[in-house]
């Protein structure tokens, strides 16, 4: 990593940091400053192109760290940014600063360009209606990779279309305003500085139904209890969003399986199975 950092113009030195499964991560520090340096081998400086774009659009609303340099080293791409000493906070406020999120609004459903989550593509195509977008531009493209990659079977195609249709019958008249998103909301991709103040990081952001985010954060855990009640106070969510939650979870696990394979199968499989309810 010596070679880059030169790249870089840092007399540094370099720490691994731990927690992404993604990409290398490091604390960067010459003594005066510290960064956070993000690096993927064999991968085109476009990568973090997008998550640059991301960090900018939430900039609007939220706290995130500063982009010092992006591109691409011998083919590898790399991400400088601002290095946020984490402290403790307060889930309410974090509720507060997701709902500034959620209070931008679009016309269209989708993103003037498309972007990644994790390593996979994430189409943003523009359309009018919610569930067309979510059912072409985010489970089918997944759908799609998961058969390429032999994780979608016969089974799971007949379940799918039974799912499909059972949605479009429930809410499929089910008014939604397309609201930017962080797209990538688990416990890992935020956090809160040492004043208090919440962070957000790792965005795959488009425009969509807030409940992705909300959904997110109800996967995989890290959220207290008070962050859904503080987040329903400011932002009222619509009735039957408890039954929409797994729903927009099956984005995340359809992600899950193309990238770690069947340990997510099951999960996938339990969520299909809802249309045959």
């Known amino acids: ?17 731990t927690g992404g499964d993604i990409n290398q991560t490091y604390r960067v520090t010459d003594g005066q400053q510290n960064y956070f340096l993000k690096y993927h081998p064999q991968m085109s400086g476009d ?3 997008a998550e640059v774009d991301g960090l900018s659009e939430l900039s609007n609303a939220v706290r995130v760290p500063k982009v010092y340099q992006h591109g691409s080293f011998k083919e590898n791409a790399f991400l400088l940014l601002e290095w ?29 360009k498309n972007n990644f989550m994790g390593l996979l ?15 072409s531009h985010r489970l089918e493209v997944q759908i799609r990779i998961a058969n390429e990659r032999n994780h979608w079977t016969e089974e799971r195609e007949k379940n799918y279309q039974l799912f499909k249709e059972w949605v479009y ?28 103040q ?42 039957g969003w408890q039954d929409r939650i797994a729903i927009y979870q099956l984005y995340y696990l359809l992600v899950h399986l193309n990238i770690f394979g069947e340990s997510y199968g099951e999960s996938v499989d339990r ?6 309810k």
């Open 1 to 17: 990593m010596n070679d880059l950092l030169e790249f870089l113009q840092l007399q540094a030195k370099i720490i691994p940091v």
């Open 47 to 49: 990568f973090f192109t």
């Open 84 to 112: 946020i000493e984490p402290g403790e906070g307060d889930q309410k406020d974090l509720a507060q600063e997701l709902s500034k999120i959620h209070q931008i609004n679009a016309i269209k459903f989708g993103y003037k």
């Open 121 to 135: 593509p994430q189409i943003n195509t523009r359309e009018k209606n919610w569930w067309d977008f979510y059912f």
């Open 169 to 196: 019958q429930k809410w499929g008249t089910m008014s939604v305003v397309p609201t930017l998103l962080h797209g990538d909301f688990w416990s890992g991709n935020t956090f809160f500085d040492t004043q208090g």
């Open 198 to 239: 919440p962070v957000f990081v790792d965005p795959a952001v488009s425009f969509g139904h807030r409940e992705m985010d909300l959904a997110m954060s109800q996967l995989f855990g890290g959220f207290r209890q008070e962050f859904i009640v503080s987040y329903q106070e400011i932002m009222p969510m619509r009735e």
């Open 271 to 276: 969520v299909l199975a809802l249309g045959g």
